[in-house]
């Protein structure tokens, strides 16, 4: 959009939540089109395209979480690794936020990637991101939905995807529902699970949101996974780098070998 489509936007959603002055100083070109970040979360209520354009004008919000994978080089690198090895045929992100690992899973494989967001603030942000880029292919909808769609979608690759499963960040959790529609659909998938927690290494951090609601193995479906293996990261978290967040990978056990020259590592050392 045009500096003055960007304008009209924001002067509309600084009205629709009463900021009139502030609306009528902004298009005399009086203020500069930076709010605060208070005021872009009321625009977000009433005007979330508005927020996501407010959110674009500032350039520390691109790299979010300190860079693709929480800031993570040691998880950038296992990834980087990983795709030198598998010949990915997609990438499925369930959790665009605003689209930073998602530029770096394009820009590594150089495949489709297929992205699901649930909040229309950031949704709109990625798109501003991608709009130019017809391989990355956002949805805005729940990620268990958005999974549905791709079954039914021929053009989608059916066997070894990465997926990179991020869509957790609040009260509903649609990870388990996530990984049984993924074991039911896809053959060979590669999926690595953000924010999970890493055996014997507490310096990972993990999600918790409660009884039976925290990423540990223990919230595993068995019944989906029993194919699969379960790997973590063998970099010691002190090594790692950014907000040194766990993660595991889960792959067929027939693809177990190929990945043994990767840092990683089953959740019991023997
Ligand atoms: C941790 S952030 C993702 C970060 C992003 N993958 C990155 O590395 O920059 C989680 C995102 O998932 C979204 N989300 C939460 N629940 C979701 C759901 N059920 N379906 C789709 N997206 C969801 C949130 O709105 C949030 O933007």
Redesign the pocket.
Known sequence: MSQDGTTRRVVRALRQVGLYERARQVRRGVARLEVTERSISMIARVSPTGAAALDWLQPSKHS??GG???GQAGRQRLIRELVRIVDVAAVV??????G??TEFLWHLTGRPVFS????RR?FEYAKRRFARNESVQLSL????IFLQRLVDNDEVPKKTVLF?L?????A?L?LRDELVIIAQHWSDPIIVI?DFAVPGDPGYGFDDYGEGRSLTLDYLPPNAIEDMVVLFPSLPSRLETGARRGCAVLVERTRELDLSSLSLRHATVT
């Open positions: 979010s979480w693709p994978m929480n992100e369930t959790g665009t936020y605003r930073t690992t699901v967001e649930s909040e950031s909808s729940d990620s268990r990179y991020d869509a957790h960040w609040g509903d649609p953000d």
